[in-house]
């Protein structure tokens, strides 16, 4: 259909947009209700292909702003919601140069013209940190939904593309956007009590099953690899009982970045790890900026969140103190993130070949089984979830932070908490393969059986959280 036709056809029936909402308002509550777990409070957004408004009004924006092809939409969206900006503007080629955290285009993509146009035209309404959300009918539904709307189910609408993810995600690639996840939702868009929650809530999320479902999604963020940044770096070292790897950790050391700050946390250790601390910072005052702290509580989490909250750097990282991730690879995170490649950088023992002594058969099964776990539950991909070794931006963890309330204090180890929390914000998480050395000093602080079983419990909290929303 020609763009003039498609805007008769929207204008001819913005009255009744509404009408075929409210009546089809258990799928539009599940659509919106995701829509909203994806966005953070008062953000600024940007919908495109807004309707008469009520996605945008129900995300809550700090700044909303709407635009449609379709000024009888435009006119009712305005008219309900004069908090929020509406505009009549075509997709491919609207001229507001604002930008936006987050910009919306749900279930319009099949609209466009160009699709491919439209993405390089809201590149100038995005900063490094944007999140292009797209939600998308799947392809398989198409002779079910036409169905639907000859038995007067749903709201009739002109042809449109229907475009797989596989072509959304090659658009997004060739101008310069990078797919933070992909999925699917919604398996059984009508109301039936007991049985829509099973299969949309659990059913809808199982391997393979999913593939069924009506509604794609698809996380995008704007990326240019090339582009590559020069941070100040805050290195934060939790120790127990490792005095013996507190001088190696300072000469394994690289410089990165800008300036390389390097906080020790000690964790109220029974050998002499804090003297140690204290004697390295003052043998190596004159090469390095070293900090100490003790932490005041117990477990890894507390030390690295009090590492953090010392940190004055850009980067975070964090690197274990007994030293089985080697310092030097530390340059390798830093150009990870440096170069936006990612995110959050998580370290990955499971590539190379370990030694027999830096990791028991066991721990290794556990790992990868925790991996392959925790890659379905988040929608990116994880190797290895329990190396120490992870980099974040400063202002990507206040992000964090604030989100912290939505999980609550669950996670001793402080891992999952970050993991948890880069999900939440959809940060595009990269993983840096890494050759695990065995420990030299000291036994390890973990225990299978114990912190295998709180880990298991850490799958099941993030289904609950994350994955069966």
């Known amino acids: 259909m020609e763009r003039k036709e498609l805007i008769y056809y929207f204008n001819a029936n913005a009255e009744k947009r509404d009408v075929w909402i409210r009546r089809n308002r258990y799928y539009n509550k599940l659509l919106n ?11 600024k957004i940007l919908e495109i292909g807004c309707g008469t408004g009520q996605l945008l009004n129900f995300l809550e924006p700090k700044i909303g702003v709407g635009i449609d092809f379709s000024k009888e939409m435009i006119k009712i969206a305005s008219s309900k919601y004069n ?30 013209e160009d699709v491919q146009k439209v993405f390089r035209n809201i590149k100038k309404n995005c900063t490094k940190k944007t999140r292009i959300i797209i939600a998308y009918y799947n392809f398989l539904w198409e002779p079910i939904l036409k169905l639907a709307e000859k038995l007067g189910l749903k709201m009739k609408e002109p042809f449109s593309n229907w475009l797989s993810r596989k ?61 590559k940044r020069e941070y100040s770096c805050s290195v934060i070292i939790p120790a127990r009982n490792e005095a013996g790897n507190i001088e190696e950790a300072i000469k394994r050391m690289p410089k990165l970045g800008t300036h390389t700050e390097i906080i020790f946390v000690e964790g109220h250790s029974e050998d002499n790890t804090l003297d140690e601390i204290k004697r390295v910072a003052q043998d190596y005052a004159k090469e390095w900026d070293i900090k100490y702290f003790v932490q005041p509580g117990e477990g890894k ?19 274990d103190a007994d030293l089985t991730v ?102 595009k998480i990269v993983e840096v393969p890494i050759r695990y050395q065995e420990r030299k000093y000291g036994r390890t602080n973990i225990s299978r059986f114990k912190h295998g079983w709180l880990l298991l419990k850490m799958c099941f909290f993030a289904m609950r959280k994350i994955k069966f929303v």
């Open 301 to 319: 989490a507390d030390a690295v969140r009090k590492g953090f909250e010392e940190a004055k750097s850009d980067i975070f990282m964090i690197l």
């Open 83 to 112: 908090r929020l900006k509406f505009e009549v503007a075509d997709a491919h080629d609207f001229t507001i140069s604002d930008k936006f955290d987050y910009i919306i285009l749900s279930n319009v993509v099949g609209y466009f």
């Open 33 to 43: 209700k995701h829509i909203h777990f994806l966005v953070q409070p008062d953000s």
């Open 167 to 227: 072509d959304i995600e090659n658009l997004l690639y060739l101008e310069g956007y990078d797919v933070v996840k992909s999925y699917e939702l919604i398996l059984f868009p009508k109301f039936v009590p007991i049985v829509s929650a099973v299969l949309n809530k659990y059913l809808a999320r199982l391997p393979l099953i999913r593939k069924l479902c009506v509604e794609s999604y698809i996380v995008a963020r704007p990326c240019d690899p090339e582009e």
């Open 326 to 427: 080697p310092p030097k690879d530390l340059l390798k995170f830093y150009d990870a993130i440096a170069s936006n490649k990612g995110e959050f950088i998580n370290g990955s023992r499971l590539v190379y070949p370990t030694k027999k002594e830096s990791m028991r058969t066991l721990n290794l099964l556990g790992n990868k089984f925790f991996g392959i776990a925790f890659t379905w539950i988040l929608d990116q991909r994880f190797k290895d979830t329990l190396c120490g070794t992870k980099v974040l931006l400063k202002e990507d963890y206040e992000k964090i932070k604030e989100n912290r309330k939505y999980f609550g204090e669950f996670d001793p180890f402080g891992d999952f908490d970050l993991i948890f929390g880069a999900s939440k914000l959809n940060l």
